[in-house]
């Protein structure tokens, strides 16, 4: 069974430019989470999809983030424009159901310059 | 609020001794999970150990086991016969069931096994 992928591994930006993010998440699992590490910090949540919709949003910093899971199946986070404190891994996990163990992608490294 | 507290950003250990985590946590929920996940240099976190809170039994996998302290909200992991591939960082986290669906970490604990 193949796990959370996500892509690109790593990328890097200038302050202004816009960046998408993806995620695969484990086929047949219905919750999707977005989480975020800024360097030497605690991994924190951005938001939890079930299917296409969005089910909790509440830790998404900003506007400049949008995030979407087209048809339920991978999902985009797109940062535009970005800022230099959007710096950080983004980590994707899915789940089978609501509470259960979430398997998480490699994470994507975004550097903003 | 709920929090994760790891209070030791890295620690080391001789190959085949034994290593233990710390981690306390923060929640006025009483209905939640508990999990230590390991991320070994430049590679996928993977799942390392998963505690019931209503569970009193301590849980184990192979060399991995915790104590599990739930009045005092400890939950710490201790690693037996260290191995290399156990280099890795490791974090702490626990998930309230009644309340959302979000996990919440603690910072991280860096472990080198030393040869």
């Known amino acids: 069974e193949a796990g959370v992928t996500q892509f690109p591994s790593h990328s890097v930006i200038e302050k202004g430019q816009t960046v998408t993010l993806r995620c695969d998440p484990i086929?047949?699992?219905?919750?999707l989470y977005w989480y975020r590490r800024v360097m030497g910090k605690e991994i924190k949540f951005l938001l939890h999809f079930v299917k296409e919709s969005k089910q909790d949003e509440s830790g998404m910093p900003n506007n400049r983030f949008l995030a979407e899971r087209t048809g339920g199946t991978y999902s985009t986070l797109k940062v535009q424009p970005a800022e230099l404190e959007d710096s950080g891994v983004y980590f994707c996990?899915?789940?089978?159901?609501?509470?259960?163990?979430?398997?998480f992608g490699p994470g994507t490294r975004l550097t903003v310059t | 609020a709920q929090t994760v507290t790891q209070s030791q950003p890295e620690m080391s250990v001789q190959e085949a001794e034994t290593v233990t985590l710390s981690c306390t946590y923060d929640t006025s929920e009483s209905n939640y999970y508990l999990f230590w996940y390991k991320q070994p240099p430049s590679r996928q976190m993977i799942l390392v150990i998963r505690?019931?809170?209503?569970?009193?039994q301590n849980a184990t996998e192979n060399r991995f086991s915790v104590n599990f302290q739930k009045a005092a909200k400890s939950f710490s992991l201790k690693i037996s016969d260290s191995q290399l591939g156990d280099t890795a960082m490791y974090f702490c986290?626990?998930?309230?069931?009644?309340?959302?669906?979000?996990?919440?970490f603690g910072t991280g604990t860096s472990l080198t096994v030393i040869p």
């Open positions: 086929s047949g699992h219905d919750n």
């Open positions: 996990a899915s789940s089978h159901g609501q509470g259960a163990t979430q398997y």
């Open positions: 505690q019931e809170a209503y569970k009193q």
């Open positions: 986290a626990f998930i309230p069931l009644n309340t959302g669906n979000q996990f919440y």
